[in-house]
Each structure stands twice: as structure tokens, then as C-alpha cells.
């Protein structure tokens, strides 16, 4: 039961891995169509993938978390936590690269800001 439990977790994330990476193809170097909109941003500029280890008990960093940025510092955060019982998978709006309304862990604050000085 253990092996099944860990192949649907290793299915999980690789699903979520494929949605981010089709994600940041669509919207990567999206210009606008007009100055009305050129506020929103001009899509995905920067992206920095974490991997940490959140947990004692656990070998390896097999949790990350991915910045998904715009030139304006805003967008999106997702950030997956392994543990061999479960796997969570948070997203979290990022503006001004800080939490949009929401609390964020020092490795995600970590992570925005490796995002944007890379």
C-alpha cells in the first residue's frame, strides 16, 4: 500500500511540475495589445524553482517552491511540501513581492528574492 501511496505522490508532482511548465510557456514574454492594459505587466520574466527540506524527519529536500514574477513583482508562488504521509501543494499571489493579503514563510520570502535578484 506504502509503494502506491508513494507513486500517486511522484504522479502528483510531476502534474504539477507539467501545469507550471505549460503555465510559464503561455504567459512568458506576453506583450500587451494595448497601453490600457500595459499596467498588467508584460507576462512571466522571473522564475526561480527552491527545493528545500522542511521537515526532520524526511531525507532530502524533496519540497520546493516555485516563483512565477513579472517586471512589476507580481504573481505567483507555489509551494509543494513532502512528507511521507502526505504532499501539499499551496499557490499563493505574490504583488510587489510581498503576500497578496496572505502570510508567507521565510523560505518563500527566500525564494521571491532570489527570484528577483537572479
Request: charged share 20%; aromatic share 8%.
Amino acid at each position: 500500500m506504502t509503494s502506491i501511496l508513494w507513486i500517486l505522490c511522484l504522479f502528483n508532482t510531476a502534474a504539477v511540475i507539467y501545469l507550471i511548465f505549460l503555465i510559464s510557456r503561455k504567459y512568458r514574454n506576453n506583450t500587451p495589445k494595448s497601453d490600457s492594459i500595459a499596467t498588467l505587466g508584460s507576462g512571466i520574466e522571473k522564475i526561480k524553482l527552491t527545493r528545500f527540506n522542511p521537515f526532520d524527519d524526511v531525507g532530502g529536500d524533496q519540497s520546493f517552491i516555485l516563483v512565477l514574477l513579472d517586471k512589476s513583482n507580481s504573481g505567483i508562488l507555489l509551494t509543494s511540501l513532502h512528507h511521507r504521509s502526505f504532499t501539499r501543494i499551496y499557490a499563493k499571489p505574490i504583488k510587489d513581492a510581498q503576500g497578496d493579503n496572505i502570510t508567507l514563510s521565510k523560505e518563500e520570502k527566500s525564494a521571491i528574492l532570489k527570484a528577483i535578484n537572479h
